[in-house]
């Protein structure tokens, strides 16, 4: 299977979040409560893996990089906070809906301006080699990251890719546990 260009697969996540959000709104009890935990834990390893490798070749390797990385860092830790109080809500509650409907706002708004901002650049500056490279890089650090929001965890995308893997045994060991005691 040929890897997949890091761009391809941002856009295909991205995409995942937009058809997530409606039917969260569209769902209540149990239905709504996996589908919630489903998307902090996509939410919470996209970030991490793509804070891990695209923010620091788009820093150190794009003209122009740093401004558009700093920027995103910023929208990216605003919704990992707004998440991890969000984990906390009850799914059905009118606080979660509104918390939702702000969540949701903030993540689109958040992948348009990755793609209009960010992704032409890298597209212009790295090649697709690189691109690839950093397709399997990041594939590899979402499926062993986190899968829970860690706002207290520095932004540093050396912390992060340093502690991912670790932090995202400890969420799936949780994550296992919480499903367990449902059943």
Not at 161 to 169: R, T
């Amino acid at each position: 299977m040929a890897e997949k260009d890091i761009i391809d697969l941002l856009l295909a996540d991205h995409r995942e979040f937009r058809e997530l959000f409606p039917q969260l709104r569209e769902a209540s009890g149990k239905e709504r409560e996996e589908l919630f935990h489903y998307l902090v834990a996509r939410l919470a390893s996209h970030e991490a893996a793509e804070e891990s490798v695209v923010h620091p070749a788009l820093r150190d390797d794009v003209p122009g990089g740093e401004e558009v990385a700093i920027s995103v860092l910023q929208e990216e830790a605003d919704a990992e906070q707004l998440l991890h109080r969000m984990t906390k809500m009850e799914v059905d509650s009118d606080e979660f809906a509104a918390a939702l409907g702000h969540l949701e706002r903030d993540v689109l708004a958040h992948a348009d301006h990755e793609e209009r901002d960010e992704f032409p650049r890298i597209r212009e500056h790295l090649d697709v080699t690189h691109r690839r490279e950093m397709g399997r890089a990041f594939t590899t650090l979402r499926q062993s990251g986190p899968t829970r929001p860690h706002p207290r965890t520095p932004q540093a995308p050396e912390i992060r890719a340093a502690v991912g893997p670790m932090v995202g045994i400890f969420d799936r060991a949780r994550d296992a546990a919480r499903d367990a005691f449902k059943r």
